[in-house]
C-alpha cells in the first residue's frame, strides 16, 4: 500500500478525487480543511525546513544555541 497526501486548490479536483474513491481504485482517509493559523504555521516551518538545508549545504550562516541564549 502507497499512503499519498494531497494538497487540494480547488473544487474541481476534489471532485475527482471522490469519483477515484467510487470506483474503489483508491480509499480516502481523513479530509480535512486547515485554518489560516495552520497555514501559516505551516509556511513557517517549511521556511525553517529550507533555512537548514541552506545552512547544511554552507550557504546560510544560523546562529548557534549557545548564541541565541547569550541573547537573553
Not at 474541481?12 to 474503489?24: D, G, H, L, N, P
Amino acid at each position: 500500500m502507497t499512503i499519498v497526501t494531497l494538497e487540494i486548490q480547488n473544487k474541481q479536483a476534489i471532485k475527482s478525487i471522490r469519483t477515484i474513491e467510487e470506483k474503489k481504485m483508491v480509499k480516502v482517509g481523513r479530509v480535512r480543511k486547515t485554518t489560516v493559523e495552520q497555514e501559516l504555521f505551516l509556511r513557517g516551518l517549511k521556511q525553517s525546513f529550507k533555512e537548514v538545508k541552506l545552512h547544511e549545504q554552507g550557504k546560510l550562516k544560523m546562529k548557534s544555541a549557545r548564541e541565541l541564549l547569550n541573547e537573553i
